[in-house]
């Protein structure tokens, strides 16, 4: 039987999940607080706490009879959580074929609003960025002194049903910020399930993948379109540098790229869901 194990269980590793168990797979996976570990439970996986520095040694033991692991943990100052607790274990266990990382765009920095691809040096200039690329090598060393399959996939922003522009629309919080010249790329929840899935298949080796959409656009855009699929009020716009913003979403507006999928379709075979933003939110609003 295959058996995932996802260090983060949350949003991306659950759609994941969800579609896997369907199939026969067995999860285990890891959540902060006893809470979401009932939540889990409830829905047939095995679960454990994780506070990103404690070793569970059940945690370990199931690492050992897993065939993949999902790494969907964002790192912090020391590094990754999830490496530095269980890294030796994951390397040593016979039976965990494939590793994949949730990484991250911000890897690339800024590219002044031009593409990049899998090809373009990271050059990260935010500290999440600098993070990030710093546990995707640490994770490719692992994995290729381990002889696994490493699959390293970059996220853009994520959005789905529960967390979109519709939802921050309905709820009355939506920001339209607005910084002339910048574009970013975004990912349905769905479509990186299916990527994810799809790298199952790679063979060994070390493999790399952009996992956004089709159309890099201004994230002003976005909200406009959801306020016209909602008949609502656009909120005005507001400057990246506003003071209410949380210093994580001021670092959003510190880059402006645009990320090639190319790769993702012609190796991987993924066809996009939601190919655009205008596709995704158009679904949500209907459902």
């Given at each position: 039987m295959n058996r995932l194990f996802c260090f983060g269980l949350g949003y991306c590793a659950g759609v994941l999940s969800g579609r896997l168990a369907d199939k026969g797979w067995a999860i285990s996976g890891t959540a902060t607080n006893s809470e979401k570990v009932a939540v889990l439970k409830s829905s047939g996986y095995d679960a454990f706490i994780f506070d990103g520095r404690t070793r569970d040694p059940d945690i370990a033991e199931a690492l050992h009879g897993s065939t993949h692991v999902l790494l969907s943990i964002p790192p912090d100052a020391e590094g990754d959580?999830?490496?530095?607790?269980?890294?030796?274990?994951?390397?040593?266990?016979?039976?965990?074929?494939?590793?994949?990382?949730?990484?991250?765009?911000?890897?690339?920095?800024?590219?002044?609003?031009?593409?990049?691809?899998?090809?373009?040096?990271?050059?990260?200039?935010?500290?999440?960025?600098?993070?990030?690329?710093?546990?995707?090598?640490?994770?490719?060393?692992?994995?290729?002194?381990?002889?696994?399959?490493?699959?390293?996939?970059?996220?853009?922003?994520?959005?789905?049903?529960g967390r979109s522009a519709i939802d921050q629309l309905r709820a009355g919080k939506a920001r339209r910020i607005f910084k002339p010249g910048q574009v970013t790329n975004r990912a349905h929840v769905d479509d990186i399930a299916t990527a994810t899935e799809a790298a199952f298949r790679l063979p060994a080796g070390i493999h790399i993948f952009n996992v956004t959409d089709d159309l890099p656009a201004p994230p002003q855009d976005v909200i406009a379109y959801g306020a016209e699929l909602l008949g609502v009020p656009c909120p005005p716009a507001t400057d990246p540098t506003d003071a209410s913003l949380s210093p994580m979403a001021r670092s959003f507006y510190a880059e402006s790229k645009k990320v090639s999928n190319a790769r993702m379709k012609d190796e991987l075979g993924v066809r996009l869901a939601y190919p655009t933003y205008i596709e995704g939110l158009k679904a949500i609003a209907q459902s």
């Open positions: 959580p999830a490496l530095a607790t269980y890294g030796a274990d994951i390397a040593s266990s016979p039976s965990i074929s494939w590793v994949g990382y949730y990484s991250s765009v911000s890897v690339y920095g800024d590219s002044k609003g031009g593409w990049v691809d899998e090809e373009t040096e990271p050059h990260p200039i935010t500290e999440r960025g600098m993070r990030r690329l710093a546990a995707e090598n640490s994770w490719i060393e692992l994995t290729k002194a381990s002889g696994k399959t490493g699959a390293i996939l970059r996220l853009p922003g994520i959005y789905g049903p």
